[in-house]
């Protein structure tokens, strides 16, 4: 009589032969890559260092594709985007103590938009861990400990055997819902130790989604085919799921209007009848949304950004579906389910009864129209001309990446992000210079289109390095650098508040010169030409940069 957990998989012939004769010259940091290639990664983002050469050396041995940065950080950003891109955990090769230190910012945005990121890092050797000072090159009381607050998990490594399955652990950490960045730390002496370790095969990580509690959406149907004026909140958890063909089902069965959190952005079709679009920070959609009777938020947690600054008072039953469990019910009560977006949403479609509402076009039409007059009362035909130039321009099908500036603002609300998963910002934690290293990383995902990144002035400089890495691989990016002098929503805000601005002004480079330096073309353009110069650049393969000098205004706020 034969029991499950009795079956023993028969390795190979193939694998017998790997295992008994393994390659001569081996050492720790090919247990490593040979691991990540047994995962199913292809491509890991990074930057070599000493405590980490042990790795960097058995990438030469391996099938894996090496791509290089300049700068940890922005290693990181290229990594996060190609997790947000390819929906696959990015492996991210760092080095001990300053370069490792230095993806912080980095993590930290990968976590806020849970993007998948597996952060390989090397340690000081074995004998040096454990808090005491050795006075090991780049060493840290306890490195690990500067991580635990940013990523899911964190994973120490202190023997070769335990490479395979620290990674796999990792990697399964990573890709179960909701995604995010991990942590994994190898000392140096484990990395560069002779491997007598079969190669590595067949390691099993497959990620977990919590699925819906049953009884929970039965309440949710219930709720949701008796209401009047159903509402749906559709956040970036409906993308990341690859929920978003379901979600218009849904829509559509319930007559229910679907606004797109920044996060979301893609997640429902922008023309639609039952678009409100992504006007979050909107006094008129906060009442719509306050209005509803019944209100199912798909993959949010209604922070800062999604909850008008948390001027949102919701006077309707709320439904959340949220994979993060302490999102849930963090700033709103609600009937939680703590479950994958896809799989809570099917489950609606197989419980909800369809409802007819021929208003709530009419509704939506309506809500669009009061947006519409309260910007046109504001003189801001600038502002609008230049992001309709930029979708104009943008291919179909072509990604699109944003930094923290006053464009970005802008298309986080009203840009047709044109299809799932093609819009990515940073405005999860908020930091500067995302938006070109993680259009790398979204180029070498997929090379055969053209991708779009853009930033200002002041966040350019954040990233002006990775011109090298552009030229260096070909990457076909074009990179639209809005340049009005300085931090341009800094200066707005802190003059708004104070009567003046402080530190916000800042000499810059020649930017279309800078780029011709590093072999990437440059075109200084204008408001006029904007959509020809980048339509132009995004239509040519390889780098390019397309400068536009212009001083945009934000939309007033409605929070205040």
């Known amino acids: 009589m034969t029991h499950d957990h009795d079956l023993v998989l028969s390795p190979t012939a193939a694998q017998t032969e790997a295992a008994l004769n393994p390659p001569a010259g081996r050492i720790g940091g090919d247990l490593v890559v040979e691991t990540l290639s047994s995962l199913g990664a292809t491509t890991v983002f990074g930057l070599p260092g000493q405590h980490a050469l042990g790795m960097f050396d058995a990438l030469r041995r391996s099938g894996l594709r090496y791509v290089g940065l300049r700068v940890e950080n922005n290693a990181g950003f290229a990594a996060d985007a190609y997790g947000r891109v390819t929906g696959e955990a990015a492996p991210l090769l760092l080095s001990t103590g300053p370069g490792a230190l230095t993806s912080l910012a980095a993590l930290q945005e990968a976590a806020a938009a849970s993007a998948p990121v597996l952060a390989i890092c090397s340690q000081v050797p074995t004998a040096g861990l454990g808090g005491g000072r050795h006075g090991h090159l780049h060493e840290l009381p306890d490195q690990a400990a500067s991580f635990r607050g940013v990523v899911k998990s964190v994973h120490t490594v202190r023997t070769q055997s335990q490479i395979p399955s620290a990674l796999a652990e990792a990697w399964r950490s990573a890709l179960s819902a909701p995604h995010g960045p991990v942590w994994v730390e190898i000392p140096q002496d484990v990395l560069l130790a002779p491997a007598a370790l079969p190669v590595v095969t067949g ?14 959406t039965a309440v949710a149907a219930d709720l949701l085919s ?3 004026r159903p509402v749906i909140v559709a956040g970036g958890g409906v993308v990341r799921a690859d929920a978003s063909g379901k979600l218009r ?25 039952l678009s409100l679009q992504s006007w979050m920070e909107d006094r008129h959609t906060t009442e719509l949304l306050e209005d509803a009777d019944v209100l199912l938020v798909l993959g949010s947690g209604l922070g800062e950004l999604s909850s008008n600054y948390h001027t949102f008072r919701p006077r309707g039953r709320v439904i959340q579906v949220e994979a993060d469990l302490g999102k849930l019910e963090s700033n709103h009560p609600a009937l939680g389910i703590h479950a994958d977006a896809r799989l809570a949403v099917q489950a609606l479609l197989e419980t909800v009864t369809d409802r007819v509402d021929e208003q709530a076009p009419v509704r939506v039409r309506e809500l669009l129209a009061k947006v519409g007059e309260r910007l046109a009362g504001q003189q801001l035909d600038l502002e609008q001309g230049v992001l309709a130039s930029v979708r104009r321009a943008l291919p179909k099908g072509a990604a699109s990446f944003w930094d923290m500036t006053i464009l970005g603002y802008w298309a986080w609300a009203g840009f047709d992000a044109g299809a799932p998963n093609l819009m990515h ?8 210079g995302y938006a070109f290293p993680a259009a790398l990383g979204a ?13 200002g002035d002041g966040g350019a400089l954040y990233s002006i390095a990775e011109l090298a890495t552009a030229r260096q691989y070909g990457a076909d990016v074009t990179w639209l650098i809005v340049d009005d002098g300085g931090y341009g929503i800094l200066r707005e805000y802190m003059t708004d508040a104070f009567g003046e601005a402080t530190g916000t002004e800042l000499v810059r480079p020649d930017f279309v010169a800078l780029a011709e330096s590093f072999g ?13 110069d980048l339509a132009k650049s995004l239509a040519e393969p390889g780098p390019s940069v397309v400068v536009l000098p212009a001083v945009l205004r934000m939309f ?3 929070h205040l």
């Open 203 to 216: 390691v099993d990580a497959t990620p977990e989604e919590p699925a819906p509690r049953p009884e929970l």
């Open 226 to 228: 008796r209401a009047e």
């Open 249 to 273: 089902k849904l829509a559509e069965r319930l007559s229910a209007p679907v606004v797109t959190t920044y996060g979301g952005k893609g997640a429902f079709p922008w023309k639609h009848p």
């Open 425 to 432: 910002s940073a405005q999860g934690a908020g930091g500067l």
């Open 443 to 455: 180029a070498a995902a997929d090379p055969t289109r053209p991708v779009l990144a853009v930033s």
């Open 520 to 532: 990437v073309p440059g075109v200084l353009s204008s408001v006029e030409t904007l959509a020809g």
């Open 556 to 558: 007033a706020p409605t």
